[in-house]
T-cell receptor, first 112, second 111 residues
Framework: EPEVTQTPSHQVTQMGQEVILRCVPI?????FYWYRQILGQKVEFLVS????????KSEIFDDQFSVERPDGSNFTLKIRSTKLEDSAMYFC??????????FGPGTRLTVT | SQQGEEDPQALSIQEGENATMNCSYK?????LQWYRQNSGRGLVHLIL?????REKHSGRLRVTLDTSKKSSSLLITASRAADTASYFC???????????FGTGTRLQVTL
């Protein structure tokens, strides 16, 4: 069964460094999303992406964040200058029918 | 209350018993979905119910939706130890919309 994959599974970085989180959505899906979950808290929406552009973003998704679909398969989230409060589990999701979203296993980002 | 709040926050039952989790939300929705998350892992989609549906079944799962009360429930029948996880409801407001997640219910099923 097709699934969303994410790499790396765990990323440790120092404050102020740039990180890129990578996702490979399910191949025939057209809508892509990033969410994050700070430890012990609810899952929060960051951004949605369709037709090579951002369709919606949350207040969390400030100028430090960017997304890109550099080729036909990858979908990336970049954080330019990480802060301690960016430490969280980041989930990529995709959908074809615009309702049911399929999530990847997540990347645990630890900022020290 | 916030959009998407589940209760109870934690539920402990014995194997074979039924588990019921509730979700309330505040704004109008197009659909409501339930996800399972094992500790520290990803989110697994369980079931989706659209705003014009009242009840849906999938295997041991039964979901109800009451849009007049802005609430949903997830029933897991004949629970198993492997059902131990956190369960989240998530609401979608429209086409290709973001999902707004609830606070989750931690379910513990003991032998």
């Amino acid at each position: 069964e097709p699934e969303v994959t994410q790499t790396p599974s765990h990323q440790v970085t120092q404050m102020g460094q740039e990180v890129i989180l990578r996702c490979v959505p399910i191949s025939n899906h057209l809508y892509f999303y990033w969410y994050r979950q700070i430890l012990g808290q609810k899952v929060e929406f960051l951004v949605s992406f369709y037709n090579n552009e951002i369709s919606e973003k949350s207040e969390i998704f400030d100028d430090q964040f960017s997304v890109e679909r550099p080729d036909g398969s990858n979908f990336t989230l970049k954080i330019r200058s990480t802060k301690l409060e960016d430490s969280a589990m980041y989930f990529c999701a995709s959908t074809s029918d615009r309702y049911e979203q399929y999530f990847g296993p997540g990347t645990r980002l630890t900022v020290t | 209350s916030q959009q998407g709040e589940e209760d109870p926050q934690a539920l402990s039952i014995q194997e074979g018993e039924n588990a019921t989790m509730n979700c309330s939300y505040k704004t109008s929705i197009n659909n409501l979905q339930w996800y399972r998350q094992n500790s520290g892992r990803g989110l697994v989609h369980l079931i989706l119910i659209r705003s014009n549906e009242r009840e849906k079944h999938s295997g041991r799962l039964r979901v109800t939706l009451d849009t007049s009360k802005k609430s949903s429930s997830l029933l897991i029948t004949a629970s198993r130890a492997a059902d131990t996880a956190s369960y989240f409801c998530a609401t979608g407001a429209g086409t290709a919309s973001k999902l707004t997640f609830g606070t989750g219910t931690r379910l513990q099923v003991t032998l």
